[in-house]
């Protein structure tokens, strides 16, 4: 049976809310319908960042001490304001809609304690919009021994198997952290996350340029890489380490600088991304074929030719040129997620999470 489902996903990079509307059975994807985004105001944002900084000390999923209480609250009012006005826009009814997946903000990730820890309140969001809510996507994984993430390698699969290419084909998605799904024909579905993706230059860009991020990937196309920082940095142990794998926003937090200019730190913190997206292939099975690029770094050009210079002789695409809504795929696959759930597919699997077997997931609250 085919269900309409609307995902929503706000990621760590701490933008906004995505929504996109899907017609999917779990397995295949009948029709994608239309996206929207609900931008974080600037005291949302600063509200974020001080519940990502609070969060570092939480040794349990479900506290919610000092802001974090607030800051939940905040993500479930821009959730509830992006279904509004994304079913008002394209004249959906609610009641035509059967699920609506809710990521919800990742504050803190730690499997290694087994702690992913997403705040936003699933029961207020059905109330406020009526319509049933599927969240808690990562818990099941992550009690059974999983990393709970990353999670959308089964909608990437669903996407690929769509494009009837040679494989083996990646698609890498730059948000926040960077992460890749690994499709070779039907069967082998490998994932994890690859360091980072555009957490470290947007907080560069902030702190140098006052920017929320370097537009176009202008600046750093105009600096001078440091190989050597680069070199050093990839010797972190995460960098060996074979997949599966995940990454907090802030696990690299800590790497510094030191004397670069602003310019050529923006330069390096891209091709540091890049490097570590490049680093990943002799972890693989065989090397990739193609490698499609998804999420907001796709729209960074200096990223894109920095890919491009590190995964040659494969090729190298950004999504939208493939015809795929290259900002709305996480949303998409959180609402392909949510019907996976409902029927009790699995969303993880030991090569993409760690998880001992495959994992259905997600908790329903009803409106
Ligand atoms: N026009 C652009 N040029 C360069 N980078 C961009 C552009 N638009 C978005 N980005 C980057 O993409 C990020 C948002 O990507 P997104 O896929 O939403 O990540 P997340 O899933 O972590 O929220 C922004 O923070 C920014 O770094
Ligand atoms: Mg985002």
Not at 25 to 30: S, V
Not at 86 to 107: K, L, M, P, S
Not at 325 to 353: H, M, N, V, W
């Amino acid at each position: 049976m085919m269900l309409t489902a609307i995902g929503l996903m706000s990621g760590t990079s701490l933008d906004g809310v995505d929504v996109a509307l899907i017609e999917t059975d779990g397995r295949r994807i009948q029709a994608l319908g239309p996206s929207g985004y609900r931008p974080y105001s600037e005291t949302e944002r600063r509200l974020l960042r001080q519940a990502l900084y609070e969060a570092t000390s939480l040794s349990q999923r479900d506290a919610r001490p000092g802001i974090l209480r607030e800051a939940e609250q905040a993500v479930t009012v821009a959730h509830a304001e992006a279904v509004a006005s994304f079913v008002a826009q394209n004249r959906i009814a609610f009641e035509d809609v059967d699920i609506v997946g809710f990521h919800g903000q990742t504050v803190l990730h730690r499997p290694e304690r087994q702690l992913t820890v997403q705040i936003g309140d699933a029961a207020a969001l059905a109330k406020a919009i009526h319509i049933p809510v599927m969240h808690d996507f990562r818990a099941a994984d992550v009690a059974a021994g999983g990393h709970g993430a990353p999670l959308v390698p089964v909608y990437h699969r669903a996407l690929a198997q769509s494009l009837e290419r040679e494989g083996p084909i990646v698609v890498v998605n730059i948000g926040g952290v960077a992460n890749i799904t690994y499709i070779d024909g039907t069967d082998t579905l490998m994932a994890c996350d690859t360091g980072p993706g555009n957490a470290l230059l947007d907080d560069h860009m902030f702190r140098l340029f006052n920017q929320r991020f370097d537009t176009e990937g202008r600046i750093a196309a105009l600096g001078r890489v440091d190989e050597a920082w680069i070199a050093n940095a990839l010797a972190l142990p995460f960098f060996a380490l074979r997949p599966p794998k995940s990454l907090d926003r802030n696990d690299f937090a800590a790497l510094k600088l030191g004397q670069m200019s602003p310019g050529d730190g923006a330069a390096t913190l891209t091709a540091f991304t890049a490097a570590a997206i490049a680093r990943v292939v002799p972890l693989l099975p065989k090397a990739p074929k193609s490698w499609i690029v998804v999420g907001g770094g796709a729209r960074n050009l200096t990223m894109l030719r920095m890919l491009r210079e590190r995964l040659a002789p494969a090729s190298v695409e950004a999504a939208d040129t493939l015809g795929w809504a290259s900002d709305s795929i996480e949303a998409q696959a959180f609402g392909f997620l949510a019907a996976r759930g409902l029927k009790g597919l699995p969303l993880s699997y030991p090569t993409t999470t760690g998880v001992p077997i495959p994992m259905t997931g997600g908790v329903v609250a009803r409106p």
